[in-house]
């Protein structure tokens, strides 16, 4: 037999590669033959690189570039199939731990992440996959282009490296300067919101809050971000602002699309074509996923459905287990290829509580539906 175990993480409990160490032994317990293939699923944040470099094999490099203060910082990018493809995640230097009790995005950067993009490119790779998320900034990745050479300057001429609180004094931005190893590199930019670029659903109001903004700090940064994406279109002729996850990580979508000619593509389908999904499961006898909790969000194609979606072309038993599950969403999770869910919370108890059970009840989970299977 052969089992392919690529869930989520269940946030705050278990990260992806604990859930595939607890699914693994429960099935060296009852089918000690069988083969099984564990892709622990990154989702752009924090853990990315390390869930990616555990999933297919590879190398972390580690560079010293500016953390969300402008102050110096070893940092790393991972480095799979066989050098040509750089995997970097924005958290591991732009990251809201980072700052610590210093939360504020009028004065943080993504400068570090845009120093690690160029440090990917001059190790020659082919293709840069960068993950959103967990982010400190709100700077639309103004920071993160100026590091590659992309200059911004104010109403008067002065050139400056624009942060939250000073988007809305570029008055004119000059792509002439950025690094010519970034024209041959494809970029992937792993976004999993939808939030547009500003205004009341965009990156200031809904994310502005948990990175340290009051009321008065939202408008500012809302308006700067607004600026950025007129002076963006005034250069470019291209307004980028309704896009999808423009929002994302204080408006790092729309700089990646803006600055480094990214498309943003859902961490899923990302992982998926990286660790070559579609193959890898064209002998398997079951693919065991799972997330937190199963709900409206995830029928949006994050990772269950996004799995069971592929799934279902080849006719490939799903089995879902999940923190939770919204009655309402299940029968939706059927029809787009789920083969069965199961919730692994055995008492009735709040989360505060079932949350010191996690790794019990998933094991104890598991081990029920692996005994089903064997007595089939």
Do not use: W
Not at 165 to 181: E, L, Q, V, Y
Not at 365 to 375: A, G, H, P, S, Y
Request: charged content about 25%; hydrophobic content about 40%; some cysteine.
């Amino acid at each position: 037999m052969k089992f392919v175990l690529i869930p989520d993480s269940f946030k705050g409990t278990l990260s992806s590669t604990q859930i595939c160490g607890i699914i693994k032994d429960k099935i060296e317990k009852h089918f000690p033959d069988a083969e099984s293939i564990s892709v622990p699923v990154a989702d752009g944040g924090e853990g990315s690189v390390d869930a990616f470099l555990a999933a297919v094999g590879g190398t972390k490099e580690y560079v010293t570039v500016k953390n969300p203060y402008f102050e110096d910082m070893e940092s790393y990018f991972g480095l799979i199939d066989q050098g040509e493809t750089a995997v970097i995640e924005m958290a591991s230097c732009a990251g809201l731990p980072l700052v610590e009790d210093r939360k504020n995005p009028k004065l943080t950067t993504t400068y570090g992440v845009g120093q690690l993009i160029l440090a990917a490119a001059q190790k020659g790779v082919k293709k840069m996959i960068v993950g959103l998320g967990g982010s400190s900034t709100n700077d639309g990745g103004c920071g993160a282009a100026a590091a590659v050479g992309i200059r911004f300057y104010d109403k008067e001429g002065k050139e400056f490296v624009p942060t939250g609180g000073t988007t809305g004094d570029i008055a004119r931005i000059d792509f002439s300067g950025k690094d010519k190893m970034l024209d041959n590199i494809e970029i992937i930019t792993m976004c999993d919101i939808d939030n547009p670029m500003f205004g009341p659903t965009g990156a200031s109001y809904v994310f502005g809050p948990q990175k340290g903004a009051d009321e008065k700090m939202v408008e500012e940064l809302d308006e700067g971000i607004q600026n950025l994406s007129r002076v963006i279109e005034q250069e470019t002729g291209h307004n980028i602002s309704l896009i999808p996850g423009t929002g994302a990580a204080g408006a790092m979508g729309a700089g990646m699309i803006a600055f480094f000619d990214s498309r943003l593509q859902m961490g899923i389908q990302t992982v998926l074509d990286t660790v070559k999904f579609d193959s890898m499961i064209k002998d398997a006898d079951y693919i065991f996923t799972g997330e937190g909790k199963l709900d409206s969000q995830s029928l949006r194609g994050k990772v269950v459905i996004g799995i069971a979606e592929r799934a279902k072309k080849q006719d490939r038993a799903v089995i879902a287990v999940v923190g939770g599950a919204d009655d309402s969403e299940i029968q939706k999770a059927y029809e787009m290829g789920v083969t069965a869910v199961f919730p692994i919370n055995r008492l009735p108890q709040d989360f505060s509580v079932s949350r010191n059970y996690s790794e019990a009840n998933l094991g104890y989970t598991v081990d029920n539906i692996l005994r089903l299977l064997k007595n089939k």
